[in-house]
Structures are given as structure tokens and as C-alpha cells.
């Protein structure tokens, strides 16, 4: 008769150690977030539908999970739409409320509905869950995490330096080095666009670009050309292929390639500014690259384009990206606003920390010492002085049980904590406990204060 | 054409200033769960519906939100249920997932599903929203965070005793002092009912006891009668309604009324033993009282019934509840293991925190400190401070724009920033910093290292 319990599929559970390293790494992220002064909001986990449906595209709204209305739904059901069977045009006669898909739009939306609190410019920090009916595999869930930092009402480009530097301290606080910060803009690629004299092509050639990663040269060409960019305007970029060096050695190039463009010769500047205030500030053990190839949610971004890998030898992809976007309010009618924010993977964060072993050995925050249950007066005696290490800080239990020493035991071993302490009559009768470390297997008799100061 | 922007009915957008005093509160209970032994856990969001249906009643199952599935949903509807137009009966066949309603389902069906990993008993604590979709009013939302701390697998009375340490504890640490700790005892009412003669009808009388407060003793009295209880049966326990004095007073008379009734002294036992255990450990600013006539979920509880009042004089409901289920996770198929667990009701806590003007000064994480902009030059020597500034722990930040003066010094005014610092040329020819606190309006002249001084 019992049901089998499961969780949907996408979803994950969390056990003791994992809450501990993913909430380490949340507050690594937060507490440089707040260093550089961004302000955390939090939004409720569904939205009414119009707020979401239409800003991700058309397969953003497939993707969002809706919820059916509480009550007889059914009542104020599109009666055209079921008589036809048809599912997406019934849905928003069924369905009024939705959950977050992102933390953008929840984020665009309150500082419209809230812009008479606001001081601009406005830095917010966000860190909740989104869901997504996506396809789940590796690496890829339903429920998941977001941690955004955005600044609005700013089109000042220092938000981006110090975006460099957010990166780079949460990346050197987590002991995580040798990441790279990849940096781009989108006038460059609408630069591109333009002196091969396809500008209205320019999505079709950034998205064929973006894969010279995956698919090479040839792949990239190939792809362009079935588009219907032809092998001459391909040919006027042949040296965005092979663009090579440090930052400043391909900034000279992209100045060659992109002399004719007004457009482009804003992005080279804007990339340029960011690049020489890096090199002023210098970065602690991130690096910023030039990677014109970088094309993210372009219908998005107007200006930079950000994106971090993990350090070389890390199978893993981005672990962080954003960028500009500047009229971020204007789907909810405040124009003129841009905006500019970056965002933490959690998920891929933690599995390279795992797989580096950065974790800090004291994340998980157990207890101390467990005192062995050896009855009730010695319980009661045991919890007199738990009350006082607890009192100094210190993490402390009773075994609820009079169980088998040996069962107690297992327990502490198994929980691995450190200390035990048996205080059974000649404890008691002498006002003392036996404190025994568990690894080394050492004892001490020693008395109240004496423990107090040896856990401490 | 702009959309107006809202949130659906019941759910809230929480400022940064709010979700500092919730992060505050959360804080301090965290801390305290983690010095008792307990550990986090985190579930999905939603859950499979054969999960949650069922097991909060029918009333529940109203509540619960449902999550449309994705795609063509209606390819696999109930046609039979369609055609009738019974949404109740429909919604299983196009609503797989639901949200999730409380924590203790889930951490049930957790235990379960990880039996083989979990160490027995399991002291677990979680923290996260739920969603009910309850009519919203004044403190009832349809997203709301819940705070449990539960035991599993043990049957020892320690836990209870804990638990009352635990509320001390937490709410002590708040600054709340003076809260009510009420406990009773599920024996203790199945006692009643058994020495009236109507133990059958034990819930339609814990239910009409449960609003003493309210309706007054008449009042109960009437709704007892209404229930088909008869005045005799009513005038053997009418010690209970002028029950009085502290709590070894109330075990007199409970004594003499339950003297017949085995469960009755049963629960007498357990109660004597939780209260002395506390009388020999001391709290620290709670009081621990008993109160006869607490039932809360009197289906699901079985030993000890906890709720907790905000000090007198602060009109709000319990601001925390909880008690022992002996067979927690039965609905799953695993059967005989006991729990026992409390909650705190964050919302509630908040708004007495609010009203008693409870939360510390410097729960905000401001920043300390704005640097004024004057320039691209100046922005770039504020910056290499600033990143000093950030390794050495202050939150700093550069004012984004080449603002007028007047506008900055607004912003920082705003923001209540308690410095700011002015850079521009002279000091930049002299390498210092002029550094003012914004409320004496006081100025001084300072390098880097006095800089970082004066700010930490």
C-alpha cells in the first residue's frame, strides 16, 4: 500500500554536508556583494503571467512552469480553445500565475512597480531559486539557484570595471584562481555586422560566431555561409578568426578590422577603458581576456558581454556571465533605463570546488561534542553543562537515548564529531566528565570549566 | 501600452531593509538550530502531487498549488472529467506537480527516501518557503518561509525538553523576552474525553476546549453541548476551566481529575518530567506554562503539544507551535518512528520585533563609505582605495556618475551612509583623502592607511 516516495524529476534534495557547501559558497558571494555595495531584494517565487510570458522568447514560454488557478478552473476555461483541444491557447484562461524563470524580469519589474522608493542608480542583489521546465541532464535542473548582482540607472562603465573586480574577489575568495574573465561588446559584433555589410544578418552571423569554439573555422564559415553571408563579406573578418594575444594585442587588430565602423570604434573604446582601469586596479588571480567570439542572450545585451571559465584543466562550462542591457524597464513601461548585471552559476561553482577540493574541511558546521546518554540523572547532570558550553558557543548534544554505549558511540563516529563526554556516577559524584577525543581515542577527567575552555 | 506592473494577491516583494531583519531573524535561529545538533536540509520546491495529496485533509488539498504540466497537456486529460466540466477530477490528469505546502511532509518523505543514508535518531532543521493558496489577509500570505527544527527516530522525552531550551533560547537571543512557552499533551486531552465517557468524541471536544480564550467557559460549554456531550458529562471536568496557578499547581488538579484514566496519567507523567527537567536547567527569559486546553493539529499530534505567546501585551497569535507525531512517516511505509519538532513563525516574529522596536541598529549592511565622483581620473585613484578599502572588510563604493555635487551627497544622505569621501585634484597632487561624516559634517584630511584606519 505504501507509495514509493520520489521527488520530480530536475529536482534535487539537499543533505546536511551539501547545504553546508552550497550555503558556504552563497555566503562567499554575498558578502562581496555587499562589500561593493549592492542591496539584496527578494521577490515572490510566481509572478502574475504577464509579467513572464513574452519576455524569454517563444521557447522561454514553453519553458515556464505555470500554475493552474485554485477552485473550479474550469468555470472561467477558454470554452473555443478546449472544444479545439488546444492546450497553450487554453492555458492563459487556467492558468494566472506563473514561477520565476529568472531573476531579470522579477528585478525589472520591481523597480518599476517600486520606483518612487528607489534612489538611483539602484545596486541589487538577488539569490533565489528559478525554475525552468527545461530538459534535465547533467548539470542542467528545474529548480536552481541564481545569484545576480545588477546595477539600474547608470550607463557609467565604471559599473563594469568593478564588475571585473566583483568577479575576481568571489572567484580569490573561494580559492578558486586562474579563472578568466571574458569580456565583449556588442557594438563590436554589430561593428562586424556592418563592415561586411550584413548588419541585418546580425544575429544569424553571431550566433554562427559564438560556436568557433566548438565547431572551428571551417564550421563557423559554413554555417554563415548557409545563411546567406557571402564568402566575401566573410572574408573582409578573416582576422577575427585567428585574433590572438593579450588584450591590447587584439584590441590593435579589431581597431584595423573595424576602422570603417562608428559602431565598432565605440565598442573598441568601451573595451579599452575597462581594460586600462583593470590594469590600474589589477586583479588578484582572475584575468580579463578579449573574446570577440562571446555572444550570450545578444537580442539583450547593447554593451558588454561577460562571461567567466573555470581555470584551465576544468571540464566545466561558464561559471558566470552578463552584461549590459540598456532599457531594461522599458517592457514595463519606464524607458531610458540601462542596466548592467552579472550572475554566479552556483551549481557549475560547486562541482568545480568539489572536483578541486576547495572546500574548506570546517563548511560543514557540526556539532562539537556529543555526551553519551547514560540515564536519566546523568542526563539531566550532562545537560546542565550543555547549557553552558552552548552558552559559549560551542555546538553541543545529548544522545536522546539510553541506548548501548556502543551504539552511541557508532553514532558520534558515523556523524564524525569530534568529542565525546561520558559522565556517569563517579563523574557525577565528583563533579567531573570524562572528555574523550575520537579520533585519538585520548581521555581527560576534567570539570565544568575546564571543558568549557578545552571546546572552545 | 505598458504594462502596469503588480504581484499576485498574497505574496510579497521584500526591500533590502526588509530582508535584512529577515535575514537577521533567520540568522539567530539558524545559529541556535546548528548549536543543538541540528542539521539542514533543503527539498524541491514542488513535489510529486501523490506526495502532498491527502495528507493535509481535504481542506488542504484545496490549498495546495498546483503546477500545470508543460507541453500539450491536454492530450493527456481526463476526457470523462473534461466533458463534465469537474475540475477537481480533472486536475490529476493534467497537474503532475504541486508546491509545496509545509515542511514536514516533505522532510517525512525525505527521511524515507534516504533511510539508508541517514543515521537514526536524525535531528534536522530547514528553512524555506512554502505556498498555500489561502484567502490572504492581514499576516496570512500565500508564500510564507517556515522554520522547523525536528527529530526523528527517537522516543526519549529529552527532545521535548530540548525543544522548550530551544524557544528559550532562540527568543532570548531575539531580545524577546518574556514569551509563553504553552505545552500540553495530546494524552492529556484523550484523558478528558476518556474520564467524561465520550471518547468518541475526543475531537469535537478538544475543539470546542481550544477556544476557551475566545468564547469564554459558556461559551464552551454550549458548543460541547451542541456536539452532543451532556452537562453531566461536561461537569466532571469542570476543574479544568478554572485551572489556575503555576504549573505544579495545575498537575494537583489534573491528578485528581484524571485519576481514572491511564492515558490521562500518562500524559501527567510526561509533562511532570519535561517540567521539572526545565525547573533544574533554568531558562534564560521564557516561561514555561501548561495550558489544558491547546490542541493545534490534534490529528497529527500524539504526545506533546508546544506553542508559544509573544510577551504580554503584544496582541498577535502564536508566533511558534510544534509537538510529538508518533508516526511521522507511516504515510510513506515506513513505520514506528517517531518525531517531535517545533516552528518558528518568522512573519509574526518579525512584525513583534517590529512593534517592541526589537532589531539592532546595524542589521542593515550598509555601506560605510560613498566616494563622490569627479571624474574619470579622480573615479580610477577613488578605486584603488576602494579595493584596499574592500580587503580590509568595509563596504565602499564610487558614486557611478560624474554627478552634480548636490546629487551625490543626496544619494548618500539617502542611503544613510555614515561617510562619504571627497578626491578630486589637491588631494590626488598630495595623495590623501578628505574623509566626512555625513551627520557632524565633520572633515579631516587623510592618507590611504589613516583611511583604512578611521573605517574599521
Redesign the interface.
Known sequence: ????????KG??????AE??KR?YIIQQIKEQF????F??????????S??LMGKYGEEGD??I????N??????KADAAA?KQ????R??PS????A?RYDLTVPFA??V???RN?I?F?F??YQIQ?V?R?DRPQKGRFR?FFQCDAD?VG???L??E??FV?LYD?VFSTLGLEGVTIKINNRKILSGFAEVIGESDKLIDFTVALDKLDKIGEEGVKKEMKEKGISSEAIEKIQKVFGLKGDFSEKIVVLKDILGPSEIGQKGIEELEFINS?IT??HLSTAKLDLDVTLARGLNYYTGAIFEVAAPQGVAMGSIGGGGRYDDLTG????SGVSGVGISFGLDRIYLVLEELDLFPQTVA?N?QVLFI?FGSRE??YC??AI?EL?AA??????Y??EAKMKKQMA?AN??EIQFVVLAGAEEMASNKFTLKHMKSGEQSSVNLSELVEKLA
Do not use: C
Not at 542591496?39 to 502574475?48: C, L, R
Not at 517592457?331 to 519606464?334: K, P, S, T, V, W
Not at 558557543?393 to 545529548?398: F, R
Open positions: 500500500m505504501a507509495q514509493k516516495p520520489s521527488i520530480p529536482t534535487r534534495d539537499f543533505s546536511p547545504v553546508a550555503n555587499e562589500k561593493f555595495g542591496q539584496p531584494i527578494e521577490t515572490p517565487s510566481f509572478e502574475n504577464e509579467t514553453r519553458l512552469f505555470k500554475i493552474l485554485s477552485g473550479d478552473f474550469l468555470k478546449l483541444q488546444d492546450s497553450t487554453l492555458t487556467i492558468s494566472e500565475k514561477l519589474r520591481y518599476v512597480q517600486h522608493e534612489d542608480p545596486k541589487r531559486p525554475w521546465a529548480e546595477v547608470s550607463d557609467s565604471w559599473q570595471v568593478e573586480q574577489a582601469a590600474e586596479l517592457i514595463f513601461g519606464m558546521r556539532i546518554n542526563s539531566l545537560l546542565k547549557k552552548r558557543g560551542i555546538a553541543a548534544e545529548l536522546p537515548e553514532h558515523k556523524r
